[in-house]
C-alpha cells in the first residue's frame, strides 16, 4: 500500500447489533470484506456522550460530554472540554476532511463554526430544515411521533419533554427529501468535490435507523412478519424497576407484543433503507476508483432496546441499547490477520486504532487500545480484563447508571435519586439477560463485590461526579430482597 489511505467512516444512529439481515445485503457484503469484532459496546448509550468517546478515545467521564445538552444549563455536562483531540483534527492537516450528517461530537465553540477547522462541514442540522422550507416539503415525524414523560432536572426538579414514541406511518414524499436521502447526496457530493490532490476523508453519519419511524415507500412496506427475539415485550426476571422511571420504561413499558411486531417491521424497513444509502455511498467510491485503497469503518453510536426488556430507545445498559456492530475494511493492500474477533472492544478503541493504522502519532490520555495488534496477528488478546459504560440522564443528570463488562458477565448499577439496584448477568448463557443473578449471593456475591471493585476504580480514576458506596451490595440486598421475583 503506497501513500496514505482514503478513510471513510460511515456511522448509523440507534442501529441494533442484531438488525441487520436479508433486508441489508450491501451492509451484509461489506461486512463479508471487513474484520468484524462481535463484541464491541459503545461507551455510553446516547448520541452526544456516545459520540464524544467514538471520536476522542476517550470515556465520557474523561471528557466531560455525559449528557443531551439541549439547554444553556445543560452544556456543563454535554460539550467535550477543551484541549481533547478528536479525529476530525488528527486527519484534517494530511486529508481532505469532510463531514456529512449529523453533527453531535459537541464542543464550545462549535466545531463547524471554529475559524480554525479545516475540515468541510455538511452537518444535517439547520441546512436540512432550510432544504425543505425550500422545496415545500414536509419534515418527517411532528406531534404524533412524540409523547410526553416527565424528566428529573439537575436532581432537583420535574419538567415535562417530549420524546420519540415508536409510531409508524409512511412518509409521503421520497428519499432525497428524507433525513437519510439528503445526507447521501451530500456524502456523494463530498466525494465529487474532493480535493483530489490529498487523500479523502469522510465521517458520514447518518440518521437512519434513528426515530421518526415515519419513512418512505418502499421501506415502509419492505419488512413483514420480522421475527421478534423472546425478550420483546417481556419483563425480566428481578429487571431493575428503576427503568420505569427512566423514559426507556415509562415509554416502552405500555406496548404489547402483537404492537412491536409492527414496529419492528418498519424499523427493520428503515434500517433497509440506510443498507441501500451505505450501497449508494459505495458504489460512488467504486466509481470514483477510491475503494480499493479505503478504509472503512461501519459503526452505530448506541443500539435500540425496540421492546426488549419492553423498554423502548437506548439510555440503558442492556445488550439491545449497548452492544454495537463494528467492522473495518481495509485497503486491498493490507492483509487482516483475522476476520473476526470475539475480545471486548469499546468504542473508545477506535481512534487509537485508526491512528496506529494510519500512522498518525494518538492523543496523550487515551482511554482505549488499538486493535491493530489483534487485527495483524501479532497478539490474541487485548491487554485488559474489563471494559466500562455509564449513563447519566438524556438532557440533565437525573438517571444514571454504571456498568462493567468482565469475561461473559456484564455488572450493572441503576441509579435514580437515593435509589441503587444491581444487576447481574452471564451473557454466555443468558444472552437476553431475562435472568438477574444479583440476589444469588452464595454463588455470584464474591463476583459481584469484585467487579464492583473495578467499578468504583474506574470511577475514581476517570474522576466520575458519583460515588458507589461501600455499602452498595449489601444495601441493595437488604432493600429488595423482599420483593425479588
Not at 449529523?102 to 475559524?115: A, G, I, N
Not at 430507545?313 to 441499547?321: D, G, L, P, T
Request: hydrophobic residues 35%.
Amino acid at each position: 500500500m503506497s501513500g496514505k489511505p482514503n478513510v471513510v467512516v460511515i456511522m448509523a444512529d440507534q442501529l441494533r447489533w442484531d438488525a441487520l439481515g436479508a433486508h441489508t445485503p450491501n451492509i451484509n457484503q461489506l461486512k463479508a470484506e471487513s474484520v468484524v469484532f462481535d463484541r464491541a459496546y459503545c461507551a455510553s448509550p446516547l448520541c452526544v456522550p456516545a459520540r464524544g468517546a467514538f471520536f476522542t478515545g476517550k470515556y465520557p467521564n474523561v471528557t466531560g460530554s455525559l449528557i443531551n445538552p439541549w439547554t444553556e444549563q445543560e452544556k456543563e455536562h454535554g460539550m467535550v472540554r477543551p484541549g481533547h483531540a478528536h479525529l476530525y483534527g488528527l486527519l484534517e492537516d494530511d486529508w481532505d476532511s469532510w463531514h456529512t450528517g449529523k453533527q453531535h461530537l459537541f464542543t464550545e465553540p462549535k466545531l463547524e463554526h471554529s475559524e480554525d477547522s479545516k475540515t468541510h462541514w455538511r452537518q444535517l442540522e439547520q441546512r436540512y430544515d432550510s432544504f425543505l422550507k425550500a422545496n415545500g416539503k414536509k419534515k418527517p415525524g411532528g406531534p404524533a411521533f412524540q409523547g410526553i414523560v416527565p424528566e428529573l432536572a439537575y436532581g432537583k426538579i420535574t419538567r415535562k419533554r417530549s420524546y420519540s414514541i415508536p409510531t409508524v406511518a409512511p412518509y409521503g414524499e421520497s428519499l432525497d427529501y428524507f433525513y437519510d436521502g439528503f445526507i447521501l447526496n451530500d456524502s456523494l457530493e463530498a466525494i465529487r468535490q474532493r480535493d483530489r490532490s490529498k487523500p479523502f476523508a469522510l465521517n458520514a453519519m447518518f440518521l437512519a435507523p434513528h426515530p421518526p419511524l415515519n419513512i418512505p415507500e418502499p421501506w415502509y412496506s419492505m419488512v413483514e412478519g420480522a421475527e421478534l427475539p423472546d425478550n420483546v415485550g417481556a419483563w425480566g426476571a428481578n429487571q431493575s424497576p428503576l427503568q420505569l422511571y427512566n423514559l426507556t420504561g415509562m415509554l416502552g413499558s405500555s406496548y404489547t407484543r402483537e404492537e412491536w411486531q409492527r414496529i419492528w417491521n418498519v424499523y427493520l424497513g428503515l434500517v433497509g433503507l440506510l443498507d441501500h444509502c451505505v450501497g449508494t455511498l459505495i458504489a460512488e467510491l467504486k466509481r470514483e476508483g477510491l475503494y480499493d485503497n479505503t478504509l472503512i469503518l461501519f459503526a452505530s453510536d448506541h443500539g435500540e432496546m425496540l421492546g426488549s426488556h419492553r423498554l423502548w430507545q437506548k439510555m440503558c445498559m442492556y445488550e439491545e441499547s449497548v452492544k454495537t456492530p463494528l467492522f473495518l475494511k481495509f485497503p486491498a493492500g493490507f492483509r487482516p490477520a483475522v476476520n473476526r474477533s470475539d475480545e471486548l472492544v469499546s468504542s473508545v478503541d477506535v481512534l487509537p486504532t485508526l491512528c496506529d493504522f494510519l500512522g498518525i502519532e494518538p492523543p496523550a490520555g487515551i482511554s482505549g487500545l488499538s486493535l491493530m495488534p489483534l487485527i495483524r496477528g501479532e497478539k490474541e488478546k487485548l491487554e485488559r480484563e474489563r471494559i466500562f459504560i455509564q449513563f447519566d440522564g438524556n438532557g440533565a443528570r437525573s438517571n444514571f447508571q454504571r456498568c462493567v463488562i468482565e469475561g461473559d458477565y456484564k455488572l450493572i448499577v441503576d441509579i435514580f435519586k437515593d435509589e441503587m439496584f444491581v444487576e447481574l448477568y452471564d451473557a454466555a448463557n443468558d444472552p437476553q439477560e431475562m435472568n438477574n443473578l444479583a440476589f444469588r449471593t452464595e454463588q455470584y456475591g464474591s463476583r459481584i463485590e469484585s467487579m464492583l471493585g473495578s467499578l468504583r476504580g474506574h470511577m475514581s480514576g476517570t474522576a466520575d461526579l458519583l460515588e458507589l458506596p461501600a455499602d452498595l451490595y449489601a444495601r441493595f440486598l437488604a432493600d429488595y430482597s423482599p420483593f425479588k421475583g
